[in-house]
């Protein structure tokens, strides 16, 4: 009969850490790994004297587990966790519970939990942020799958999980099968905007205003005391003051071209499968391919030369309506966000707690913020709110923003200064307050060429098509897809 609280396999750095984590909160942990000798040197180092098991065989491992047996992977996402998944189901039984704490995608996660309830045993896709000093000292923790396995595995996630200022911790059920995995995909494409509109203010303030290192970092200090207040904007300060041993800034000495592991790319794809205005987090996608061009824009940039504009306004008033420009489109961003959970909630039938997956983000994760308190607050008052900026809070801070965020814009455009998620959301916010938009005109043209027919305003409900050179018949395409 095993003593062990959990298994994990998997022993790169979010493995240890995780492991280490719920040791000290009293947890018994067994650990494996692939290659074996990575075992003997995590018993003998970082988890020497500790109450941690290394096991040398996935036998060993699960005989080591108390039932309900429970196995965490911490493995690279894609094919390898169905190979553990198939190495495990020999050993375990009936209600035993595997967990996959990866960047999955979210579809993998729906399959697998079927695969797995289909033999009998209980599935957990988790999403895992907060990077590897979360891991360690308190991550936000995204579940989702079978909901049997949650009582279970409860106590352990909750225990090591980051908690909120009143002890409330970091994770709770999402959902069912992939919900989890979703939600964290989420979390990682509203992660991408929120680096690329810091970035694109930071380029304002160093090219379009021609502040110093030093400055910069100032300005992010005393941002992240007000509604900014987050981790991001806090590395962001302390990255724009780093030196390194020669006294030279660090940030300047980094090229100019930025990776990326797909799921900011999974976001942008599923908003599109859903029909979903996913503006801000496409063009922080799309920022990253840009940069990775770097040959083709350095002979671009002899080719081609920007406005011959400098600023000549207020300095400390344009940095003032910066800070209000990425506040009012950080409010869009995480609009968008919840308007993809909505959508995909109904389209895989997912009751998701929308003001408890504000409350997980809300510490422990990369985009843990002040900010995220209030869009708890906003879903507290109105769960069923279809747009976080009809919000009474929201509404009226976007609305204070509004002058600001056009006078960056403004001078974004006249400074020849690239700053596509600030002005995405700004096009965003003017297309969702309008009315009317010009797609009567697009809907015409789609009848024009394809007869795809349209819809009339004086008589609604139904289709026409028409014969808009003459030449054409009365045939008109099957199906009207808004």
Known sequence: MGVYDIGLVGLAVMGENLILNMESHGFKVAAFNRTTSKVKEFIDGRARDKNVKGCFSIEELVASLKRPRKVM????????????????????????????????HFPDTIR??????????LYIGTGVSGGEEGALRGPSIMPGGSPAAWPHIKPIFQAIAAKVEDGTPCCDWV???????FVK???NGIEYGDMQMISETYQLMK????MTNEAMHQVFAEWNKGVLDSYLIEITRDILGYRDEEGRYVIDLILDTAG????????????????????????????????????????????????AVTFNGDVKEFIADLQQALYASKIVSYAQGYQLMRAAAQEYGWNLNYGGIALMWRGGCIIRSVFLGKIKEAFDRHHDLVNLMLDPFFKQEIQNAVPAWRRVIRSAVELGIAAPALGTAL????????????????QAQRDYFGAHTYERIDRPGEFYHTNWTGRGGTTSASTYVV
């Not at 992977?73 to 169905?82: E, P, Q, T, W």
């Not at 697998?112 to 033999?119: D, G, K, L, S, V």
């Open 73 to 104: 992977l911490m493995v690279k996402a894609g094919s390898a966790v169905d190979a553990f998944i198939d190495q495990l189901i020999p050993h375990l039984e009936k209600g035993d519970i595997i967990i996959d704490g990866g960047n999955t």
């Open 112 to 121: 697998r939990t079927a695969y797995c309830e289909e033999r009998g045993l």
């Open 427 to 442: 096009a965003y916010f003017d297309g969702y307050r309008s009315e009317r938009l010009p797609a009567n005109l697009l």
């Open 207 to 210: 090219v379009g205003l021609g």
């Open 185 to 187: 995909m989420v979390h």
């Open 175 to 181: 959902g069912e099968n992939g919900a989890g995995h």
């Open 260 to 307: 990326q592991k797909g799921t900011g790319k999974w976001t942008a794809i599923e908003a599109l499968n859903q029909g979903q205005p996913l503006t801000l987090i496409g063009e922080a996608v799309f920022a990253r391919c840009l940069s990775a061009l770097k040959d083709e824009r350095v002979n671009a940039a002899k080719v081609f030369s920007g406005p």
